[in-house]
């Protein structure tokens, strides 16, 4: 435990616990450590917020891999709760901790299907469903999970990362659309959408990623992955038989601005001769006209 909670009251314990929650900061090693030194013996005297305490230390526990504090702490709740669906869940996760992972996709089943609106359970056996390595069904289950929960981006990301690794790059990407749609503003979205089209390969593909890692670079212009996607897009254009003379002059010059702003970046954070080795570098990147 730290040491400025060393000498904390149990009543600064419970506030510093209850502020925690109300930032949504989880702080999982203080929260343990705190429980166990000043808390625990309190318990009691915490009135209704006793059972607030119990869920926050729970998910501190499974955090920590503490899986006797866990089990404590969910015990003391389905006593109090035993027909919750929360507390289920918290129960789920101990079984999933516990790498028990069949029987906590059970509970989870049982919690959706008491309440088909409950979003939390339908992640959960997904992030289940990946850790056992069951990729295709995790993605079944994820998009089943975004026909009824479209405006979940977090979900479309997890999408994305999901197709990447079947390397189906086309159904990656129009996770990443719908994301844009989403949050336009976002010049990660457009970084990524533009990666993927670059990996996709091809004349078209890489027409697409270079608009796109312009608009990241416009809405960010400090963004250097952006900025070396650009040059490589550019590069890639240029050298293909399928580009015509007049694409070929303006992506020569777009590759040599991005050159410039790479360098720029670089100038103003690293010393001059580092900056001497990345112009090499980029030198070797240089199409020519």
């Not at 469903?129 to 993605?139: F, P, T």
């Not at 975004?146 to 994305?160: N, P, R, T, V």
């Not at 976002?186 to 078209?204: D, M, P, T, V």
Request: a negative charge; proline letters at 2%.
């Amino acid at each position: 435990m730290e040491g400025r909670y060393d000498n904390l009251t149990w009543l600064e314990v419970r506030d510093l616990f209850r502020t925690w929650r109300e930032n949504s900061e989880r702080q999982s090693r203080d929260v343990v450590n705190l429980w166990e030194n000043v808390l625990a013996g309190k318990v009691n005297q915490l009135g209704n917020e006793k059972y607030l305490v119990l869920e926050q230390v729970c998910v501190a526990a499974l955090d920590c891999y503490r899986l006797s504090l866990a089990d404590y702490c969910i015990k003391i709740l389905m006593l109090e709760f035993p027909g919750s669906l929360r507390v289920h869940k918290y129960y789920a996760m101990h079984l999933e901790a516990s790498e028990m992972y069949d029987e906590a996709i059970e509970v989870l089943d049982c919690i959706i299907k008491k309440d088909e609106t409950n979003a939390a359970p339908r992640k959960r056996r997904v992030a289940l469903l990946k850790a056992k390595g069951k990729i295709s069904e995790a993605i079944k289950e994820l998009t089943d999970y975004l026909k009824k929960f479209m405006s979940d981006q977090e979900a479309w990301h997890e999408l994305c990362d999901l197709y990447l690794q079947e390397h189906e790059y086309s159904k990656a990407a129009f996770c990443m659309e719908e994301l844009i749609l989403h949050n336009p503003h976002s010049h990660l979205i457009y970084q990524r959408y533009a990666e993927i089209k670059y990996s996709q390969g091809g004349f078209e593909n890489m027409e697409l990623a270079k608009a796109y890692f312009c608009q990241a670079a416009k809405l960010n212009p400090n963004n250097i992955r952006a900025l070396y996607g650009l040059l490589l897009a550019t590069n890639s254009i240029a050298t293909s038989p399928k580009c015509p003379a007049s694409k070929k002059k303006d992506a020569i010059k777009l590759s040599e601005w991005a050159a410039n702003q790479i360098e720029k970046q670089y100038s103003s954070k690293v010393s001059e001769e580092e900056v001497k080795n990345i112009e090499g570098l980029l030198g070797q990147l240089q199409v020519e006209a």
